[in-house]
């Protein structure tokens, strides 16, 4: 029976968030009534980004803080003159004499890289040690600084592709939307910029990623051990950070390049106190089309995208961030190959946008105790259209997501916990059918969907002693599907088919039409036998609420999204990881290897030929059952000196058992077979050479086993027409895959005076001119069983140029 639950959970979670607030507020202010103390960020002096794990020590006290991945630190103080030192590892330690009072001392800090032994070609951004001082397990951390010196496809700097350089991140192929961490969909990945989740991280189809390089100040991948605050995805989180804006001045920055144009400005409004930037970036690329052959000329394709961030100081406790994102993305391709409901037109227009708003406060009580709250508002949506007057129409999907958010973090002596709620509201409308005004095309608009995803966390990170660390935490979650919607009942004595359909429940707007959740424990384990090494264990349960639902190898801009429902169980994973760190020579060498097994209950597949766009009941195309992956991750890194960069091997399986009680309902035969995104091995170079601070060079080389398809093993002919014969699903193979780039990067020097900066970057993407496959296809011949076609993407080298300035 429907009831009204979901609503009242939905006014209690908020009521909690606003009381919550309410109290942070009225203890903020008791507390800058009674607390002298000293805060501020520190940054890096060249390009204003915060440096996190920075020692901060009052040395007359013998008191120290680190500062956090925003470079904030607050120490509380009584009156009295002291001497504070700040240090981290490639940076040169900065003293400060400061007096108390004032009572409250805002106090922002810049330190300058050490350039002895050029440590700022670093490949993460926080302390050297961290791989092996930290609990958790299958982190990776790029500095946005280290992205930008990698070869780029076209000179397009590109934040996920670099993605594709770390163990056990791999793709379809050229152009892919996404990436698959650890052989899983692009779906189970959580990318996030500034918490706003991003829902299509590609532009152009996959060519190059949304986020603008100008605009970030770190990227992290997490594939192990996951903290209790992220829920909703079973694979990976993929935290992407905006940097800090300029505080002290004005400054523009930009490039030219051969696929876009960037420009940004940022700096202070009025005082220190407001600051802001904006970075957009617009290409105008249909020229390369018309240079091309004569069947790809009618071909367009252009982006834009906009990233802001205002950051706003009242005092040294309270900081207020808000951040916005913008894109849309214009295509056309001059034929209807992409499209799959069975209309024949001149061509095909995409269009898709991005818009994202986060407004975050971070209010500290004290040096040990701060909260923060976020709200987040994010819309994707996607169309594509024809325009042939007898056919036209437009088929848009729309999914719009709003987040509230309260976490608190408090560390007392060897306990560091953090604890909060989160609730997430899902308004998805899957797929509307807008014929043209001549059209003989039939409107269909299918039913939105609704739903409510509300988590409570805690954890706790102990360290008892050096050599032993626990990280223990626990995430319960409770999904609501609401109404309005009807929700089919199938024959149970049947396949799950339209025609088994034996009655069905209609719920009113509001209701509860199914619930799903549970808890989610997380655990990790750390043991230091000796102060540069140790060995770590982890496992983590993860749920996940909302698929991308599509039967491509590369999912399209306007694949369905389908949220769990009655017919439609959620995917839950559990995943158990070890690993071994090593760091060597005075943290110069890392080495580390980890090996990981996860189990997926529910896992998502499909019916051989399923049509899910304007399928109103998508739930008798998919097919559900076990999923399972497994591999090992070994890596040798070397952080500092003029040659820097890392070697990585991966192997990785990812195989799926679809075993239904009907033959319609199983894929070969009912026993496992590997999954779209299968990659045993890969392997991947990437070597950084920076003899002087006016020019460094970059290579990498990259090589994976081709993913698996499924070919024809006969034919059979019926009227004279061939029609192939499908055995086993993904039991062949695409070739394997394998490329060298080289970017080449001259900078003006910066012992030079004056405020402009400016660098020159070549790059040639696929040095040697592999032709890749990107997929490969079969045309049933009279006289032969089959001819086997490969499609390469891009099959020569790809040279660019691309200039950068700063003033």
Not at 281 to 309: E, V, W
């Amino acid at each position: 029976m429907p009831h009204r639950l979901p609503v009242f959970c939905q006014r209690f979670v908020w009521q909690l968030a606003f009381l919550w607030f309410l109290l942070t507020s009225l203890t903020g202010v008791h507390a800058q009534q009674t607390t002298l103390a000293i805060a501020g960020y520190v940054r890096e002096t060249a390009t204003n980004t915060p440096i996190s794990g920075v020692n901060v020590f009052v040395q007359e006290i013998r008191k120290g803080v680190s500062t956090d991945r925003d470079g904030y630190y607050l120490v509380s103080l009584p009156a009295g003159t002291y001497t504070v030192t700040f240090s981290s590892v490639g940076y040169l330690r900065k003293t400060q004499t400061i007096k108390i009072p004032p009572s409250q001392l805002a106090n922002d800090v810049n330190l300058d890289v050490d350039t002895k032994l050029l440590n700022e070609v670093t490949v993460k951004t926080e302390s050297a040690d961290r791989n092996v001082k930290k609990v958790e397990m299958g982190v990776n951390q790029l500095a946005i600084r280290n992205i930008k010196r990698m070869p780029a496809l076209m000179g397009e700097v590109d934040v996920v592709r670099s993605l594709l350089l770390l163990p056990g991140v791999t793709t379809v192929g050229e152009g892919a939307t996404g990436i698959n961490v650890r052989g899983g969909s692009v779906d189970q990945n959580l990318v996030l910029l500034d918490d706003a989740p991003v829902y299509n991280s590609s532009h152009l189809m996959g060519f190059f990623s949304v986020f603008n390089p100008d605009a970030v100040r770190d990227v992290t991948l997490q594939k192990g051990s996951l903290p209790a605050r992220y829920g909703g995805r079973i694979s990976s989180v993929l935290d992407v950070r905006t940097k800090e804006p300029e505080t002290e001045r004005l400054t523009v920055s930009g490039g030219l390049g051969l696929v876009s144009s960037r420009l940004g400005v940022e700096g202070p409004i009025g005082s220190r106190k407001l600051s802001f930037l904006a970075d957009g970036r617009l290409s105008a690329n249909n020229f390369l089309f018309q240079l091309g052959p004569a069947n790809i000329r009618d071909t367009r394709a252009n982006f834009y995208d906009l990233t802001t961030k205002v950051k706003f100081l009242p005092n040294e406790k309270n900081t207020i961030w808000l951040s916005g994102y913008a894109s849309n993305d214009r295509i056309r391709f001059p034929s209807d190959s992409l499209i799959s409901i069975g209309v024949r037109s001149s061509r095909t227009d995409f269009d898709y946008q991005i818009t994202n708003a986060s407004l975050k406060w971070n209010h500290a009580f004290s040096d040990a105790f701060n909260l923060t709250t976020t709200g987040v508002v994010a819309r994707y949506a996607a169309a594509l259209s024809v325009p042939d007057s007898a056919s036209a129409f437009r088929l848009q999907s729309t999914l719009l997501t709003s987040i509230g958010k309260v976490e608190a973090d408090y560390q007392q002596g060897q306990h560091r916990l953090s604890g909060g709620l989160v609730a997430t509201h899902y308004g998805l409308s899957p797929n509307t059918l807008t014929p043209g005004p001549l059209s003989s095309q039939l409107p269909l608009t299918l039913p939105t969907e609704q739903a409510l995803e509300a988590a409570l966390f805690v954890e706790d990170e102990f360290r008892p002693t050096d050599k032993f660390s626990i990280l223990a935490g626990l995430r319960y979650t409770r999904f609501f599907n609401l109404g309005p919607g009807t929700v089919q009942t199938y024959n149970p004595e049947g396949p799950r088919l339209p025609d088994n359909v034996i009655g069905q429940t209609v719920f009113g707007r509001g209701t509860v039409a199914q619930t799903y959740g549970g808890l989610e424990p997380r655990l990790a384990l750390r043991w230091a036998p000796k102060p540069e090494q140790s060995v770590k264990v982890s496992y983590t349960r993860m749920q996940q609420f909302l698929h991308l639902i599509t039967n491509t190898q590369a999912a399209l801009p306007t694949s369905r999204w389908k949220l769990s429902d009655a017919n439609i169980r959620p995917q839950i994973a559990d995943q158990l990881s070890a690993g071994y760190f090593l760091n060597l020579q005075a943290n110069t060498y890392e080495l580390s290897g980890e090996v990981y097994y996860r189990r997926i209950r529910d896992a998502i597949d499909y019916r051989d030929g399923a049509r899910l766009l304007l399928n109103p009941t998508p739930e008798t195309e998919l097919l559900q059952g076990e999923g399972k992956a497994y591999g090992a991750e070994l890596m040798l890194r070397k952080n500092n000196g003029f040659l820097t960069g890392w070697a990585s091997y991966a192997y990785s399986r990812s195989l799926l058992l679809i075993n239904g009680p009907y033959a319609g309902e199983q894929v070969n035969n009912g026993n496992w077979f590997p999954a779209n995104f299968d990659k045993p091995h890969s392997v991947n170079l990437v070597a950084i050479y920076r003899p002087s601070r006016k020019f460094n060079a970059s290579f990498n080389f990259t090589y994976s086993t081709g993913r698996p398809v499924t070919a024809p093993y006969g034919k059979a002919r019926i009227n004279g027409i061939a029609i192939p014969i499908y055995l086993d699903r993904n039991q062949q193979r695409i070739p394997d895959y394998h490329r060298l780039d080289l970017s080449l990067t001259w900078e003006k020097d910066p012992d030079k005076p004056g405020r402009f900066w400016y660098s020159w970057v070549f790059s040639v993407y696929n040095l040697y001119g592999r032709k890749n496959a990107y997929s490969v296809f079969y045309k049933l011949r009279s006289s032969s069983m089959s001819d086997a076609y490969k499609l390469s993407i891009f099959a020569s080298p790809i040279p660019s140029l691309t200039y950068n300035f700063k003033f």
